[in-house]
């Protein structure tokens, strides 16, 4: 596999993937402010994150530096992997940074975070979120079961 265009593309899929969460971020502040559209056990819910998972450490200055280090070395790790040919390991920090970048962009731009799918008896999340979930799954499953999971090249 030529690691130069795997890289690429993977590169392009991360970008898409963050305008994607951004995207759907857009619309949920845009249609959802005044709205709670509930079907069941799910919902669309508007709300505002200013900590990281499930609202911890909120309004803290030093959240958006730490996770900029954090969402860099996860992008490090990522390229690390491609490079060995671990793709599934690579697979899911890929996925993991998308996450990052996408609540990133958020806490930079303003401060908090959009949320806006409600699982009953769960939280609140967006897309972003739901990357970095199955990317650590799929990071887990790779290191746990490498000759099923790990893809290596």
Wanted: hydrophobic share 55%; proline share 3%.
């Amino acid at each position: 596999m030529n690691r130069p265009s795997a890289l690429f593309r993977w590169s392009v899929l991360v970008v898409l993937m963050i305008l994607a969460d951004q995207g759907t971020k857009w619309m949920a502040r845009r249609f959802l402010l005044q709205h709670v559209v509930t079907v069941g056990p799910v919902g669309l819910v508007l709300t505002m994150n200013k900590g990281v998972a499930f609202g911890l450490f909120g309004g803290r200055q030093w959240v958006v530096p730490v996770n900029a280090v954090l969402g860099l070395g996860v992008c490090v790790a990522a390229i690390v992997a491609l490079h060995r040919g671990d793709r599934g390991l690579a697979h899911g920090f890929l996925l993991v940074f998308a996450g990052f970048a996408g609540n990133f962009i958020d806490r930079v731009v303003a401060g908090q975070v959009t949320d806006f799918l409600w699982v009953r008896g769960w939280s609140v999340f967006n897309v972003a979120d739901c990357l970095v979930t199955t990317g650590a799954i799929l990071c887990g499953l790779a290191l746990l079961f490498p000759h099923q999971w790990g893809f290596h090249a």
